[in-house]
């Protein structure tokens, strides 16, 4: 039961273009949204966050965009460097389930090439 | 200003000895969450835990593996009789009291392996 999907395992685009990295999820419930960048052999860092009462969110080169009605968020780097070759997950939680426990996408390999 | 610390960075066990992975939160932080990644996948939430308790433990299997955060030291995830399919990176991750709006943070993980 997976739900939250991302369906792209990788994307390949040249440095100085968007990147954008997209993220379906099932469950209604989710009211907020991450974004998380990850190098081999260490964690998963944080980039970007969005609340469900909201339908953009931007910090510098990243913004990400929610669009509650389609269950799709999508993250655009503009412009992307070649630093930014990672793999993306995006990840989902509910605050009526108290936990806090992230719900991650498979994740998509983003290959920025000079 | 030191992040979440996990240790050790890698760990070789035999099939049917115990791993034991320790987790240290950032500071402030009280809340630690314990996620799995098998490869090629996402990775997998596991269990939630505040100081001296456990909140949610849904993604934990219910046989070998347990989870502890005590007063005093670093969270620990104990798998016990360890078996191939363990295999995997496990990540820890904190979070600030109260706010569960706040981003979690993730260490660098674990990468347990199985002969």
């Known amino acids: 039961d997976q739900q939250v999907k991302q369906n792209s395992p990788s994307l390949s685009v040249q440095e100085g273009r968007i990147s954008i990295l997209n993220c379906d999820y099932t469950?209604?419930?989710?009211?907020?949204f991450l974004w998380y960048k990850k190098y081999p052999a260490e964690g998963p860092t944080f980039l970007i966050s969005?609340?469900?009462?909201?339908d953009k969110n931007e910090d510098g080169r990243f913004t990400v965009f929610l669009n509650k009605s389609a269950k799709h968020l999508s993250l655009h780097i503009v412009p992307s460097q070649p630093g930014d070759s990672a793999v993306y997950f995006c990840?989902?939680?509910?605050?009526?389930?108290?936990?806090?426990?992230?719900?991650f996408g498979q994740g998509t390999t983003l290959q920025v090439k000079p | 200003n030191a992040g979440v610390m996990q240790n050790p960075r890698h760990l070789v066990r035999r099939r049917g000895q115990e791993a034991r992975l320790r987790c240290s939160p950032m500071?402030?932080?009280?809340?630690v969450y314990w996620y799995r990644q098998l490869p090629e996948e996402g990775l997998k939430f596991m269990v939630y835990?505040?100081?001296?308790?456990?909140?949610?433990e849904s993604g934990m299997p219910k046989e070998r593996f347990s989870a502890e955060f005590p007063k005093e030291g670093p969270s620990i995830l104990r798998i016990q009789q360890v078996v191939r399919g363990d295999s995997a990176a496990y990540f820890c991750?904190?979070?600030?009291?109260?706010?569960?709006?706040?981003?979690?943070?993730f260490g660098d993980g674990t990468r347990l392996s199985i002969l």
């Open positions: 991750a904190s979070s600030p009291p109260g706010v569960s709006t706040q981003p979690q943070h």
């Open positions: 469950n209604s419930m989710f009211d907020y």
């Open positions: 969005i609340s469900s009462i909201k």
């Open positions: 990840a989902a939680s509910s605050h009526s389930s108290n936990t806090g426990k992230l719900i």
């Open positions: 500071k402030g932080h009280s809340h």
């Open positions: 835990l505040q100081k001296e308790n456990i909140i949610d």
